[in-house]
């Protein structure tokens, strides 16, 4: 019974990994096809934001929602681009003080959470990315609440610790 149970684990893990490389570094279509072959494939995007020439569709995917693909599509309905979007070079690209929420859900698609800071008076999404393709790390954009971006800030995801009792940088609380 115990080695029948180890095969069933065994099975559900190995379907469970190739569910996750669907969605790689290349897109599931090839650049200039046209949307609807990319929805065959992909699957019914999380999300679509409106371009001025075209649109962008997001999936959010990846084990803790550490992965967001963005596709561009144009404006006759052709795939431009397919990126892997929660990366500190997609971050940077993010203007404090001049960009609003919009722009940001089209460059980096939904967060995975938003708190309000009330004694600051500052909205914050939060969105879970692994730094360097290696740390499990969270990145915060801070909104004030006219919806501008006031600030970006990455640190450690909290969900990873091992000892959350261990407190600030291994010391006892």
């Known amino acids: 019974m115990k080695k029948y149970l180890l095969s069933i684990y065994y099975c559900v893990a190995v379907l ?12 599931p279509v090839s ?13 019914s995007p999380t999300a679509r934001y409106p371009l001025a020439d075209g649109h962008v569709l997001e999936y959010r995917r990846g084990p803790w929602g550490q ?26 690209t993010i203007k404090i003080d ?3 929420k919009a722009d940001v859900l089209r460059t ?10 009330t004694l600051v008076r500052r909205e914050v999404w939060s969105y879970p990315y692994k730094e360097s393709g290696v740390w499990n790390s969270l ?13 970006l800030e990455n640190g450690p995801d909290p969900k990873f610790d091992p000892d959350p009792e261990r407190g ?6």
């Not at 469970?16 to 897109?27: D, H, N, R, S, W």
């Not at 650049?31 to 699957?43: D, H, K, S, V, Y």
């Not at 980096?108 to 800071?117: F, K, M, Q, R, V």
């Not at 600030?168 to 609380?173: K, P």
């Open 108 to 117: 980096i698609g939904a967060p995975s959470e938003i708190t309000y800071l």
């Open 16 to 27: 469970l990994l190739a569910g996750c490389t669907v969605f790689g570094k290349q897109p």
């Open 98 to 100: 001049r960009d609003g």
């Open 168 to 173: 600030l940088f291994g010391r006892i609380r």
């Open 67 to 92: 992965e967001t693909y963005m596709a561009r599509i144009s404006a006759d309905g052709r795939l431009l681009s397919w990126e892997q979007v929660l990366t500190m070079q997609k971050f940077a």
């Open 31 to 43: 650049l200039g096809e046209p949307e609807a072959n990319l929805m065959a494939r992909a699957g």
């Open 139 to 151: 990145m915060h954009v801070y909104f004030d609440d006219s919806g501008i971006v006031r600030k």
